[in-house]
């Protein structure tokens, strides 16, 4: 049976863990909760960056954007700041 809201779930035998996704126009985010733990939740807040690390990166949100270039598909603070994106 589907989750209340559009909501995804998946249950174990410890409970339920609740992923929420905010897909929005200019920044997307993205936070997790566990059932058992009620009251608690974890926003991502570590994005990779254009060089692919984690380091430099803390954010609630990400940029919406995507860009194609000829070192494949990269996204959010992946791009660099002199690339198209869309």
């Known amino acids: 049976m589907p989750s209340p809201r559009g909501l995804q779930s998946a ?3 410890d409970g339920e ?3 929420a996704i905010d897909l929005g126009t200019t920044f997307s985010g993205v936070a997790w909760t566990h059932t058992a ?3 608690t939740h974890t926003v991502i807040d570590q994005w990779p960056d254009e060089h692919d ?3 430099g990166i803390t954010s609630a949100k990400v940029p919406t954007e ?3 270039d000829e070192d494949g598909i990269r996204w959010g603070f992946q791009i660099p700041a002199s690339r198209s994106r869309y």
Request: some cysteine; hydrophobic content about 40%; overall charge neutral.
């Open 11 to 13: 249950t174990g035998a």
């Open 17 to 19: 863990i609740l992923v």
């Open 66 to 68: 995507i860009c194609y």
């Open 37 to 39: 733990r009620p009251g």
């Open 53 to 55: 690390s984690l380091d």
